[in-house]
């Protein structure tokens, strides 16, 4: 590459590109005389080589392709081709008379340079603001030609004033990416068109011989500044979710932000502005030099499309103008260095728009008069002392390079202005030196030279080194106090254009994560917009057991895992058979066979990972189901297991196929004061009810006639209204009896009644012991969701259900106060007695007694009284 280099004698004195001969060489010149290019006569377009010229004309004007223009036309474009001068007389030090085959017409389209006007060479290229991004470049992110003090002939600045050229090694550079996972977002352009990144003017001078020979003039360049480039860690968007669910929620008020950037990159890399999971604290970033800033996140990707850019950018310029007047920027030159973001975060897929934009004025009062390192132009000593200064961000010094404090004398002192610069570029300093210079200039009565410092740290044979730091001369003058100049700032994307950037994360995120948060965000959007006292922590901590992994069973944890609940035990002693699948909403056809607690636990995991669900296969011991000698410890083992799983749960869910299935866990729960939701189905009707729960201090009060409501306490249980105690349902069974024989959307109905009575019951503020209300007319809302029954029977015959409510049954064969103090001084003793003895329960429940006491006579004559009225 090295010899390739070396054979390329022909340098083109503006661009400084490098032609093996001469003949290239005159062909690229082309590019900077744009007075020597073919025009279009149809379009008025210019291209610098015939080939260009004719492929132009082929390929857009169809029916005007030049075979098949008229004659005169087809002439006008070859006197047109002619009348470029002869490539000896192309520069302004040609000879005033062309050679004689020359026509009139090229002498008329380019004068002898006797009859040039020779004013152009003190004016300035107009600011030209409308071309965001560097001047000589389509890409911002790295500044592109060769600002240096230069000796060149007047020709050559004559045509740099019409042109802008760009160098070999930026076109390189514009093919580089910043790093991460970003890509341009198809989002429309914004309108503005102020995202200039730098000043365009150009002051020269020159004079012009007699005999029109060219001089040489000494040229000083504008400063060119090297952009910004966001470089945000994954982490900030991990803050970014946890804000917006748990602090913004719907809510699109701007947040503060804190940045950094370093002035220790290695060369070649671009100048990048960090945020990362601290950007949201209060405090500065303790990394690098700081950078305030505000983010406003937007609900919509609509809203983020339509936001006023442009408006955003004027604002962000006017609180830095602020800093000008009051003199605060002078005080400290940090509070120039401000960006805003505006940004859109999709929350459930994890992609992320946004746009960065770092407010900076358009002035063209800075020039560069000379360039040189750090290390070239101070001590050893002055460079220890610069370097310790390099903590401040920036700085202004006096000529023994101490700070200036005093805000009067900071101009009037100041030798050097100390910038820590995150550019690596090896000639162009880093954007935040641009409001420092403005803020100069703002100040300055009169033009003046100033001496800028632009700190970079660097690493040299393992020892920290400044001595790349740049060392600029910039020629400044007085700006405008009256009027606040344009304001540019705002970053490219990936391809060099001013639309926003995206990035989507959800291929580095766990799947499983984003699962939780995408279900805690559809019910966080419920507390947002409808109800802002929904508690859904007490949700997420719930431990349910589900007792019977049935019908009932899997549609229950079904509902349970859409509220957020991922804590479930399924407790089940039976396999999938063929028909459960069907109904069964956690069994496939592959299931059959398997034990349906663990296969219906399994499939929680699978639809929620989150989701810390286990399986029991267990058989739950019953009244009227005599225990033999062999079976009887196994039995004590269930038992000990069942109360284990009941203690350790906060809500305990009854959905066993018979009914004396369910006496053990009732009694259980209501020993350990647990809330219990039981549900049952018949053909066509449903019930769904939840327990009273009291402890020992707690007595049951006589039903008061006439009450609109029914304490939680008093509240009876699934066995209150029985006169007998549970027996042997399954003996004698038909095959019809044997079969839970229903309605197939009764059990999601009645499932999803009963989880939905559960979280009613959590968002009372009594919870298990919320009242009932009888009076079905009272609007009163008990909790935030509404009303909490005891009962709810439906029937779907007519489509219709009731909230009824009754009291505990004093004498109740499973949560009556004898029972569940003869459970708690002989637990096994009492249970075995209960699974072997038939009349057993009803005589401790006092049951027999009041059967004995009982005038049935006087009950059916009572009964008959009613129907006949």
């Known amino acids: 590459m090295l010899n390739q280099e070396n054979k390329r004698k022909f340098n083109c004195v503006v661009c400084k590109d490098r032609f093996n001969t001469q003949a290239q060489l005159r062909r690229h010149e082309r590019v900077h005389a744009p007075d020597q290019w073919f025009k279009c006569l149809i379009c008025g377009k210019k291209y610098a080589t015939a080939s260009g010229f004719r492929s132009h004309n082929i390929k857009k004007h169809k029916g005007h392709k030049p075979h098949s223009m008229k004659p005169r036309e087809r002439l006008n474009q070859r006197s047109l081709r002619k009348s470029r001068p002869h490539r000896k007389y192309r520069d302004d030090s040609a000879q005033t008379n062309p050679p004689s085959h020359h026509t009139a017409s090229c002498q008329t389209q380019h004068p002898s340079p006797r009859q040039e006007d020779t004013s152009h060479f003190s004016q300035s290229i107009p600011d030209n603001t409308d071309c965001p991004g560097l001047s000589e470049s389509k890409n911002p992110d790295f500044p592109t030609s060769v600002s240096r003090t230069e000796i060149v002939p007047t020709s050559i600045v004559k045509h740099r004033q019409k042109v802008y050229s760009r160098s070999r090694s930026a076109r390189k550079q514009d093919n580089m990416r910043s790093p991460g996972s970003e890509r341009n977002m198809d989002f429309p352009s914004s309108p503005i068109r102020d995202g200039s990144y730098v000043e365009t003017s150009v002051s020269t001078s020159g004079s012009m011989s007699p005999l029109g020979e060219a001089t040489y003039q000494v040229m000083s360049t504008p400063v060119q500044y090297v952009p910004l480039i966001s470089s945000i860690d994954h982490t900030f968007w991990t803050q970014l979710n946890a804000k917006k669910l748990d602090e913004l929620k719907l809510d699109e008020r701007p947040l503060p932000l804190n940045a950094f950037y370093t002035n220790d990159c290695k060369p070649g890399l671009p100048a990048h502005l960090t945020l990362s999971y601290d950007s949201f604290t209060n405090k500065p970033v303790d990394r690098g030099t700081p950078y305030t800033g505000t983010i406003l996140n937007t609900n919509t990707v609509e809203e983020f499309k339509a936001k006023d850019f442009g408006g955003i950018l004027k604002s962000a310029g006017e609180k830095i103008w602020s800093t000008f007047h009051d003199g605060s920027a002078l005080t400290t030159p940090t509070l120039l260095n401000q960006f805003y973001c505006v940004c859109f975060a999709d929350l459930k897929k994890y992609k992320y728009s946004y746009w960065f934009c770092y407010p900076a004025f358009v002035t063209s009062t800075a020039n560069i008069v000379s360039r040189a390192t750090l290390g070239e132009s101070f001590s050893t000593e002055q460079k220890e002392k610069i370097r310790s200064l390099g903590t401040l961000g920036a700085a202004f010094l006096d000529r023994e390079f101490n700070v200036i404090d005093d805000r009067e004398k900071k101009l009037g002192q100041m030798e050097y202005v100390l910038m820590n610069d995150p550019s690596t570029d090896s000639e162009h300093p880093g954007w935040p030196l641009r409001n420092l210079l403005a803020l100069v200039s703002f100040h300055l009565d009169a033009k003046r030279t100033v001496k800028v410092i632009c700190l970079r740290e660097n690493k040299v044979a393992g020892l920290q080194s400044a001595d790349h730091s740049l060392y600029l001369q910039i020629e400044l003058e007085h700006l405008s106090k009256t009027e606040m100049p344009k304001v540019v700032g705002w970053e490219r994307n990936t391809k060099g254009k001013l639309k926003s950037k995206f990035v989507d994360l959800s291929a580095s995120m766990d799947p499983a994560r984003i699962s939780e948060s995408s279900v805690n965000l559809n019910l966080k959007l419920m507390r947002w917009r409808l109800l802002p006292q929904l508690d859904l922590e007490v949700l997420q901590k719930l431990k349910v057991l589900v007792l019977g992994s049935g019908t009932l069973g899997c549609n229950v944890a079904r509902c349970l895992l859409g509220w957020g609940v991922k804590n479930i035990t399924m407790l089940d002693n039976g396999t999938v058979s063929y028909s459960n699948p069907v109904r069964q909403s956690l069994f496939n056809f592959e299931d059959c066979g398997k034990p349906k607690a663990e296969t219906a636990s399994a499939r929680i995991k699978q639809i929620n990972p989150s989701a810390e669900s286990r399986g029991v296969t267990l058989s739950i011991p019953m009244p009227g189901h005599p225990v033999s000698k062999l079976e009887e410890e196994k039995v004590k083992e269930d038992i000990t297991q069942l109360e284990d799983l009941v203690e350790s749960a906060d809500v305990v869910f009854l959905l066993t196929d018979t009914r004396e299935s369910r006496w053990l866990p009732t009694l259980i729960t209501a020993a350990k004061h647990k809330i219990c939701i039981n ?128 009291h505990a049954f004093n004498k109740c064969t499973a949560c009556s106060s004898q029972v569940i103090s003869k459970y708690r001084e002989n637990k096994i003793e009492f249970l075995m007695e209960v699974f072997n003895t038939t009349d057993y329960l009803e005589r401790v429940s006092g049951l027999a007694d009041m059967l004995e006491n009982t005038n049935f006579d006087e009950v059916w004559e009572f009964d008959s009284d009613i129907e006949s009225d």
């Open 679 to 806: 549900s049952a189905l018949g053909f066509d009707t449903y019930l769904v009810m939840r327990h009273g729960v009291r402890d020992e201090s707690e007595v049951l009060d006589p039903p008061q006639i006439g009450a609109s409501t029914i304490s939680g306490t008093q509240l009876g249980c699934y066995f209150c209204n029985d006169v007998v105690a549970p027996s042997d349902s399954t003996k004698d069974r038909t095959l019809d009896q044997m079969c839970t024989v229903t309605r197939p959307g009764n059990a999601f109905v009645a499932a999803s009644l009963a989880v939905e009575l559960m979280v009613s019951i959590l968002q009372h503020p009594q919870q298990g012991r919320a009242p009932a209300t009888l009076d079905l007319n009272d609007e009163k809302q008990d909790s935030c969701l509404g009303r909490v029954p005891h009962q709810i029977r439906g029937f779907l015959a007519h489509f219709s259900s009731v909230q009824p409510a009754s």
